[in-house]
Each structure stands twice: as structure tokens, then as C-alpha cells.
């Protein structure tokens, strides 16, 4: 007998099942089955074969789910990584490989168990239940839920099943999505036919008839059904009358659903390289080969032509015959990207996302697996395409925390599993960005990246200097009674922009507002005595916490710095900027960026388009608008609040702000004129802010890195969050204080050392949707180790390498 080890569709479970093979199924690691759990039958992926079950007791596989292509074992080896590096179960992990679309539930059917025999006796609603089925042959369970109420078919159900009248079975639902077919004509009469077919018709008076006989008659190639009937506006019952006739044919064509449609190719050849990206090219050809395959972190102000890099590296790859996928962290916001990777790869880019429509995603995905796409683009999910021989793997905006997925299971990273991808297949790895993670400088710095550099930005005025960045101090501005959300020096440049005739980008910073509390009059805010981070307002227990050591006090109603009586709980949103800018300029157009405005698909191109188009003057955006944006008539870039970042209880907090300011400062002057940014900040000497002023990576970095050395954040470390969550508070936070004893104890009894826990504590967000929530921070060089042994409770979650605050 052989064994399967299953990885089933469980929540929460993060190990396999074994299995007994029935001798009559064909059975290879990677294929879907269904297998027997409990009372009932769920869907699994078989990880690994074996000739000794790992437990006595094996139950046997039912039997195979046959409309799943089977994974490669390549494909199985990065899902089981997958699920040991981030502790989640290994389904989760596989189920991120499967097509869209593919969520499908399992459907129980109820079935008599025997031909009619002697009934024993029967209560009135057993007997209409039993009839119901007998009638229908099979019925599912919804059906009879639909039918008798969801308690009573599932009380009555389960009774007939205990006395053996009916049977159950499980089938996966239909499949959501599927090729889409259109109907198609094709002419079958010869030309004699038509001729005298067309006399008949006109004679008979049915114009539209010989109308659609004599189009059909001139056209070449078979035609869309549709296409008739809107080019000769007739009925369906003409074309119907004229294929009874036997003069035509009707077929089923399968139409590929094409996202980027609408888009007019304008096929394009690379340009000549500029002499900086010439050596940053040659250095990646130069260690293409060497050893195992490298990986790459390109670093570039942007604008340096850090995409050009990316579609040469491209053509290298499909030049070897293999094929590239290129990751960028919201495709929403990258139209341009998407265009210029069309236009150079005409037909052959492939691009997946989940605002596209199912079917779309699914001809996508189709067409990938069908070697037609040299080149997929998408967010992370699109790291998982079936992109066959995949040869390159680019992360552009390598330092973006949407390639973290916080969400749900499993909570990957999408850089550290397409290293792992790469080293699995032999892929090569482009990291590109302008303000690479410390970490991933980090590994360039001790030689495990090649590190290559673009230094210059390319802007149709040949080279040119980035733009002059001002800080402004807030704090100067409260001496002089300005309690504006615009300092003086802001609010002259944008007259004096606008009075040009030239655009505006204002940015607000939205992370962490309104959970902090300043003092409006001298700019103070409180900090743990302990952590020197600040403390954040949690509206459930009305007090101010420290997220790292749980210190906490009650809301001060004065500021023990200027004895204001008036504290500010910091927040402002991009409506709030906007109002203010209509009372000091009240004829300027505005347009707004915002989640909260722009939820359509394709909304965000559409408000971009008419910006671009100069129909408003001022863009007003949170961090989403400083990303990869291409706006050339854009002179002027405000940030109304940089610091906001940095008041938030998270180690990456200095990062974060120093990322955002110049990726802000990345959008003025890429145009025909140079620009000007100005940063707005209560703390105008945080070496974040000022080394943004500067463009200045490296110094940032040299700062941030000494400071990640000294208190043991990464990548000196590791860790791991769990948090649990709960309506009920107090419930929330014992179930994290046994949670804490049962970790402290493992510690203790394996003798793990370098290991802290951190907690329990109120996590950041600590209601989220009317659940409390609690978390424990594990940190140390292993922090999973700890965990290995040890199985959650249901509620918890756990996030290993967590990016989001901690
Ligand atoms: P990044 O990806 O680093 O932001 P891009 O590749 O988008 O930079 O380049 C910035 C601008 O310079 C784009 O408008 C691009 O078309 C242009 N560009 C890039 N490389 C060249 C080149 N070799 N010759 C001319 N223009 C270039
Ligand atoms: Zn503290």
C-alpha cells in the first residue's frame, strides 16, 4: 500500500494528513483530491508520497478532483516554504498558486440509500423530506435548507443519514468562471446559392435576410453574431430563418477577455542608453552568470531610467527563451508602467490583478500558462502566475509595503518568496528602487546583493538635478500665529505657481494622524518615559499607551510644556486640506486622491488623465500619489505634514518618513521645468527629514542602520506577532496573558535563549470592526523556533516579519 501525505483545506492547521492510496487511483504528488475529514469530505493537494503511513490508523483517499491541472513539485517546495517560514497552514500556501476563480465550495448532495423497501416509521417530516428526495433523485443540502428551513434540513437530514434511508455525498461547486464563447457565422452556400437565395429572399420580402446573406457573401472570415447584428440592425431570428436554410452555420468561438484592450499599441524599440544606465547595464551582464543565479538591487532616484533597465533585462531573458514576470506594488496606480511594457512587447504581456474581472483574470492566467506571455505584470499575486521557464523576476518599488500581504494567510512577503522562487528554479532577481528597505541595502552593503546605482535623472532637459527641497519649520509658524495647515513660504510658492500656469502636488501624510495627541501652541507631544515613542490614544480604554513596554496614562488634559488646556488629537484628512486651500485660493481647481474618493476601477486614471490634461491646478493626495507618478507639469510639491510617521509606535517610523518625502520630492520638475518641493514638519532636525531634503540615501541609511544595530530591530533581528482577537475585551486580553505564560514556558522548558516577548498589549489598531484585539510580539534571531512545537488556539493569527506597526 502507498501513502499520501494530504495538506487539507483546514483553517488554521499547519499539518499534513496521511492517507491511504486505493490501488485503483493513479495518484503523484501535486494532484487535488478529495479526502475524508471527520464526518465529512473536503478538498487537499497531495505534498509528498510515501510507502509507511505516519500514523497507525489511515483513512483512504476518495478519489481525485480531475479539473485541477496538478502542482509541479517545484511548486510544492515553494508552498511548503511558504508555510514553514511564515507558520501558516501549507493549503493556504498552495491555494495562493491556484487560478482565479478557483475558490470553490463543496456542495453535500443527499441521495436515497436503497431502492424502496419496508420504511420503518417515520415522523411526518422525515416522509416529506424522504419524498422530496426521492423526486428529485438528488438534492443538495441548500436545496433542502431553501426548502424546509436551514435547522430542520439539516436535523432531518442528519436523522435520515442515522438510520441509513439516504446517503451523502460531496462535489465541489461549478467552477465560477469559464472560457468565454460567442457566437459565430460563417457562410456555407457556394455563390450560386447566394445568388439565387437572394432572389428568393427579396421576392419573399425579407430584406434583412438577403441583407445578412449578402454581407456574409463578402466577408472573409467567419463573424461575430453580434457584429451582424448591430452592423445590419437585425433580429437573431433573421440569422436563425438563414442557418434553418442551411445557407449558413452557427459555432461556438472562444473570445479571449483582453484587460488591456483598451489600450492603442504604439510599438516602440529601446532608446539608446544614457552613459550612466550603459554602466549600470553592463554590470548586470556582467554578473548575469556568475554562480548562482544573483539578484540585483538596483538603486535609482526616480526618473533615472531605472524602467528602461528592467524591459533590457527583459529582452535578455525572452533572447534565452525564458520568460519574466515584473512586480509593481499597485497596478492601479501604474498605467503608464503597463503601457510602456505593452508598447515595447507588443501581445506578449500578460498583466493579473484583482480588479480585473474574474473573467478576465482567468484568460489572463489561461493564456500565461499557454507560454503566450513573455512578460506578466501585476501586484504580488502575480509573483504566483503560471508563467512556464520563468527566468527573471523583477520587484520594482522594492521597498513597498503592499508586497506584504497583512491580511490573510499566508502573511508573505512577496521579496523574500521570489528570492526564495528564484533559488528554487534558477531565476535571476532585479530589486529596483529609489529608496531600497534598509534591509535590502542592508544585504547589498555585506555583498549577498549586487548593488547597482543610477545616480542621475533623465528629464527632456537632458540631465538634471533633483529638485530643490525646503524645510519648513512648523513650530516657527505657530510663534508667528499662523495655526494654518500652510506655512507662509507653502503658500507663497503655490501663488506663485499657479500665477505661472504650472501644477501642484499637495501630500498628506495620513498614516498615524488622530492617534497621537500635540499640543497645538508649542508643538508637543507625549511620549513613553521609557520607549521615548509616542503614545497613542486608544479610545477603548480613554488612556495614552506605549506599544512597545504597555506603559500608559490617562488622557492629560493639560500640556505639562505650556500649560495649553487645549490638545489637538491629531488628524486630517484630504478634505480638510482641501478647504483650507479654497479659503486662501478660492478660484483654483482641485482635484483629490484618496481611497475614500476613488473607488471605481479605472477611476484613478480617469482623475490622473484630466490632471495631466491641466483641467485642475492642485492634485491634493495621501502617500498613494507619491508613488511612481510621471506628471510633467508638476512644479511645485507640498507636504503638509511629514512627521506624522514618526510619531507612530513602529521602529520602521523614520524609514517610512524618509521614503515618503522623497518619493515626493521624485514628482516636481520632471518636466521641461525644474521644481521646487517643500516639507513641512514640527521636527524640522530628524535626520529622516533632513536627509530626504538632501536626496541623501546613504547618509540616512548610515544613520538608520547604527540605530537598528543598537536596539536590536531588523535585520538584527526577527519577529513575529500574534494577536488575538475578540468582541469581548477582557476575554481578549487573558486569552493573550495565557498565551504569553504557555510561550514563556516553552522558552523556559526547550531553553531557548535571545528570545524576548513582548506584551500582551492592545495592538495598534486595537478595535478593529467591533473586535478588540491584542497582540504579543516575539523577537530574537529565530523567534519561530519558540512556536515550532506549540499549536495556536482558533482567534489567533500569526505574522512572521511583520512590516505594518509594531
Ligand atoms: P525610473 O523607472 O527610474 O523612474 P524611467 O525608466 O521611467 O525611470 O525613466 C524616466 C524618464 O526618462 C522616462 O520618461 C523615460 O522614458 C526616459 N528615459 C529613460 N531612459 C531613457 C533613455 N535611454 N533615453 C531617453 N529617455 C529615457
Ligand atoms: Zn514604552
Redesign the pocket.
Known sequence: MKYAEVAVNLPGSRSTFCYAIPPQLNIDVGQAVWVPFGSRITPGIVVELSDQPSVEATREIAKLITDYSPFSSMQIGLARWISRHYLSPLFDAVALMLPPGFERQTITYFQLAKPEGDLPALTPEQTKTLHFIREKGKVSLRELERKFGMKEARRIGEQLLHSHLVVKSQELGKARVKPKMVPYVKLIASKNEVKDEMVRLNKARAYKQAAVLEFLSRQTQPTAVSQIRKRLNCSLEAIKALENHRLLSIGLVTIRRDPLSYLKLKPTS?????PS?EAAWKSIQGNWNHGSPPVFLLF????????????RALDKVIAMGKRGICLVPEIALTP??VE?FANRFPGCVGILHSGLSLGEQFDEWQRIKEKECNVVIGPRSALFAPQPNLGLIII?EEHEWAYKQEDKSPRYHTRDVALKLAELIGAVVIL?S?TPDIESFYKAQMGVYHLVQ?KE????RGYSPLPKVNIVDMKEELKAGNTSLFSRSLLTAMKESLAQGEQIILFLNRRGTATFIQCPNCAFVFRCPRCSVALTYHSVEKNLTCHRCHYAIPVPQTCPQCFNRRLKFLGIGTQRVADEVRQFLPKVRLLRWDSDVITKRYAHEELLNSFRDHRADILIGTQMIAK?L?LPQVTLAGVVNADTGLNLPDFRAGERTFQLSCQVA?RAG?GLKAGEVIIQTYSPENYAIRAAAKHDYVSFYNQEIDYRRQYNYPPFSHFIRLAYSHTNNDLCRREAEKMSYAILDEREKRGITGLNLIGPVPAFAARVRGRYRWQLILRGSDPAQVLSGMTLPQGWTIDVDPVGII
Open positions: 529601446p532608446p539608446v542608453l544614457t544606465q535609482g532616484v526616480t526618473g533615472s531610467g531605472k524602467t528602461e533597465i528592467y524591459l503608464q508602467t510602456r520594482d529596483g529609489a543610477l535623472r533623465i528629464t527632456p511612481g510621471d521624485g520632471r
